[in-house]
């Protein structure tokens, strides 16, 4: 069982940045990903860190502006998130562990998840 604490969130104008973090309870090889979900609409992943492959991952909605990098001696998943923008505004969730047969992006491939941190984007 892996343990995820989202931090990080909070409120900016647009335009601005946030970094949020990710803290796992221990060591995974598995991909880690961030998706977020906004008021009335459906979760959606957002970017996603693969060990085996050395790949990351990006939604092309945020594609050049987010940044997604790990740091595994602290068991750690960051997003940069810079020229934020309104419809970033969202509860953002860290994901991790592995159910076969699912895409990257699919939150069912994901077994772990934290409680998320809310970022909100004012115009």
């Known amino acids: 069982q892996v343990q995820l604490v989202e931090s990080g969130g909070g409120s900016v104008q647009a335009g601005e940045s946030l970094r949020l973090s990710c803290k796992a309870s221990?060591?995974?090889?598995?991909?880690m990903a961030w998706f977020r979900q906004a008021p009335g609409k459906e979760r959606e992943g957002v970017g996603v860190?693969?060990?085996?492959?050395?790949?990351?991952y990006y939604a092309d909605s945020v594609k050049g502006r987010f940044t997604v990098s790990r740091d595994n001696h602290e068991n750690t998943l960051y997003l940069q998130m810079n020229n934020l923008k309104p419809e970033d505004t969202a509860m953002y969730y860290c994901?991790?562990?592995?159910?076969?047969?699912?895409?990257?992006?699919?939150?069912?491939?994901?077994?772990?998840w934290g409680q998320g941190t809310m970022v909100t984007v004012s115009s």
């Open positions: 994901a991790t562990g592995f159910v076969p047969g699912f895409s990257t992006f699919d939150q069912r491939r994901y077994t772990w």
């Open positions: 221990k060591y995974t090889t598995d991909c």
């Open positions: 860190s693969c060990m085996t492959t050395g790949n990351t």
